[in-house]
């Protein structure tokens, strides 16, 4: 049964695109199928952070007034075959309440992925509802700032309210030599959350750079932000990898 899960965040800027395309390459890398659906209307990013803008010339909208197939609009990443992007539309009027939940519901229908992520826009607006009612869990990814955590907070409310059981954090950008220096404590931090962690990733440049050149990060796997990114893919499938302290991914 493929397994719709959406990346929110509360607060703009956390990281959800890097986390989708780092955790949907990873699955990829492990063998799953995985679709990752951009629900960004309007502010698409996910097809530039995996470069496959020039190949997505269609989007979900399309996909669900049933003007083009599944299989031509969901454009594969090149440096990961198993992992395949379905852009978003560019203009909100195309998109309803249950736009995506038909897609992900056609989807399963179909059996062709074993993981769907859906990239959630920043808030709890209308498009944040509309990735929420598409998925059966939900990943909040928070930086471990304490503005942050309590957005994170927030959003993991309204996704409970919106019908989410299950849900998980990561916190991200993770630094170091500021958790060395005992800023943030980090439990302290992910404890007032409430939410229980699947990982942590680490900063790391490379996710900035890998994004700004459209290049999925894992085609680096000595990078702690790609092993950080395989580690929650793994726990995801429910293999057994031990959290580390301190923020180690
Ligand atoms: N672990 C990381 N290390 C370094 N840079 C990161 C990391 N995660 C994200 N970034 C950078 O932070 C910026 C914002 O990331 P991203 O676009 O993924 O956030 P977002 O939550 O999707 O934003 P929005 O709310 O606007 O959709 C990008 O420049 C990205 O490269
Ligand atoms: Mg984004």
């Known amino acids: 049964m ?74 594969p990443v090149e440096t990961c075959p198993a992992a395949f992007v379905l852009a978003a539309p560019m203009d909100m009027a195309c998109v309803q309440e249950h736009t995506l939940r038909i897609l992900v519901h056609n989807v399963r229908e179909m059996d062709l992925y074993d993981y769907i992520l859906i990239d959630a826009p920043a808030g709890i607006g209308k498009g944040f509802q509309m990735a929420t009612y598409a998925a059966d869990s939900a990943l909040i990814v928070a930086t471990a700032d304490p503005i942050c955590l309590r957005s994170a907070e927030k959003c993991g409310q309204e996704l409970a309210s919106l019908g989410i059981k299950q849900m998980r954090l990561i916190v991200n950008r993770v630094r170091m030599d500021l958790i060395r220096r005992g800023f943030p404590n980090l439990d302290d931090a992910i404890d007032s959350v409430g939410i229980t962690l699947i990982g942590y990733v680490p900063e790391d440049k490379a996710v900035m750079y890998c994004g700004a050149s459209g290049t999925s990060v894992l085609t680096r796997p000595r990078r702690r932000a790609s092993r950080a990114f395989l580690n929650i893919a793994k726990r995801i499938t429910g293999q057994n990898v031990p959290l580390m302290k301190h923020g180690r991914s």
């Open 2 to 75: 493929t397994r719709a899960i959406v990346l929110a965040s509360g607060k703009g800027g956390t990281g959800k695109t890097s986390v989708t395309a780092g955790v949907g390459c990873a699955l990829a890398k492990l063998g799953y199928r995985c679709l990752m659906i951009d629900a960004d209307t309007g502010m698409q990013s996910l097809d530039m952070a995996l470069g496959v803008c020039a190949d997505a010339a269609f989007n979900f909208a399309d996909v669900v007034r049933g003007d083009i197939p599944l299989t031509d609009a969901a454009v």
